[in-house]
């Protein structure tokens, strides 16, 4: 009796343990490229179209909690071609000018835009306040797809 019983005490400290030590902890993933908490835009724009593309939708500059800076596209931004072969711009106009001799200083080169809809990107470093404009641009069609002042 005394050893059935300490085999069932045994038994049931070990189940316990095996219960508690085969709970997962649950992993926090941060994507870096997407912004941390609240994101508060300090400047917006809305995109005129261009060149019969149907670009349309809302650009805005701002942080999100950290004080990292993000170009953020709205729910509602689309253009034709939103597959990555059309590409983001800040200017410091709304006329695309690439000057590749002097380091592009109206330009700065921001990525592709892969889908329709909300849309982020990263800026880092910060942009500086110089560019007051987004603009999207098919290089392989070279023509502007359309551009968003920011303000």
């Not at 400047?43 to 019969?52: E, L, P, R, S, Y």
């Not at 149907?54 to 689309?78: I, N």
Request: proline share 6%; hydrophobic share 40%; charged share 15%.
């Amino acid at each position: 009796m005394k050893f059935n019983a300490l085999v069932i005490a045994l038994f049931s400290i070990v189940s316990i343990a095996s219960f508690t030590a085969c709970e997962k902890e649950v992993e926090v993933i941060v994507d870096p490229t997407k912004p941390q908490g609240v994101f508060t835009a300090s400047k917006n724009g809305a995109f005129v179209a261009q060149n019969g593309t149907g670009s349309k939708g809302t650009a805005q500059l701002g942080t999100d909690e950290d004080g990292v800076q993000f170009l953020k596209f709205g729910s509602d931004f689309a253009t034709s071609f939103a597959t990555g072969t059309v590409t983001v711009y800040l200017s410091t106009s709304m006329t695309f000018t690439p000057d590749p001799g002097n380091g592009n200083p109206a330009l700065r080169l921001i990525g592709p835009v892969s889908k329709s809809g909300e849309n982020y990107f990263l800026l880092a470093p910060a942009a500086e306040s110089k560019f007051t404009h987004v603009i999207l641009w098919c290089g392989s069609a070279n023509v502007p797809f359309g551009y968003a002042p920011l303000q």
